[in-house]
């Protein structure tokens, strides 16, 4: 079953709970949260007291995505603030294997995420460490972008090395995925589809989801 994790960064700020809300009841399996610092990426989003606020509003898991640079200062309080999964760029992780580390030890499943100019092999010799792989189809930074055709090959690579190594971590790919782009990455290997604008720009939300879950075909 393909999991969709609707991206809020593309929801309405003013009335983020009642947005969160209407996703949860339409269909998400994750609530993805972008975390961006002004220096990693060029943007400024969430922190950790909106990831707090926001955790008592549902229950499905806080997928929070990291954009920022020296994450290892950081993974504490997404984690206290209630993060079910914290995923980290290898970009901004020179000792990835210790990042990882500081994520499990909070109890919180970790995530790897590489840019669409990383190679897949650089993250190649953490795969048996972590819960999930995030592979971006766009430069991370801003909500609303085009898909990155390119990156799927490196979706089908890491689907491989799953299954070469006997590994179960989910495959989630962020970044202009939508009804045009969905089935090209669940074709690909992607268990977890994040969507921003394709789910929060649509009046109907459940009708968006299933739209995007119903164009992979599975
Ligand atoms: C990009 C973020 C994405 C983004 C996706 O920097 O990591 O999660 O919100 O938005 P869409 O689906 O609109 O590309
Ligand atoms: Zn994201």
Redesign the pocket.
């Known amino acids: 079953m393909v999991k969709i994790a609707p ?1 809020i ?2 929801a309405d700020f003013a009335k983020l709970g009642e947005e969160i809300k209407d996703v949860a009841e339409g269909g998400a399996d994750y609530i ?1 949260v ?1 975390v961006m610092d002004g220096h990693f ?1 060029p943007n400024i989003t969430i922190g950790p007291l909106i990831t707090e606020a926001i955790k008592p509003v549902t229950e499905l898991p806080l997928d929070v ?1 990291l ?1 920022i640079e020296n994450p290892d200062n950081y993974i504490s309080m997404f984690a206290d603030a209630g993060a079910s999964i914290i995923s980290v760029h290898q970009e901004a992780s020179p000792h990835l294997h210790r990042t990882i580390q500081l994520i499990k030890d909070k109890g919180v499943k970790a995530g790897v995420v590489i840019n669409p100019a990383t190679p897949a092999e650089m993250i190649r010799e953490i795969l048996h460490e972590v819960d999930l792989v995030l592979v ?1 189809t ?1 430069n ?6 085009s898909f990155i055709h390119h990156a799927v090959q490196k979706i089908k690579q890491i689907a491989a090395w799953r299954e070469e190594l006997n590994l179960s971590f989910e495959i989630e790919v ?4 939508n009804v045009e782009t969905a089935k090209l990455c669940t074709d690909a290997g992607a268990d977890v589809l ?5 789910v929060f720009n649509k009046h109907d939300r459940r009708q968006a989801i299933n739209a995007i879950l119903e164009a992979t075909g599975k």
Do not use: T
């Open positions: 991206s960064l593309s993805h972008d990426v995505h954009m971006m766009v991370p930074g801003f909500g609303g972008q962020d970044g202009g995925v994040v969507a921003g604008s394709a």
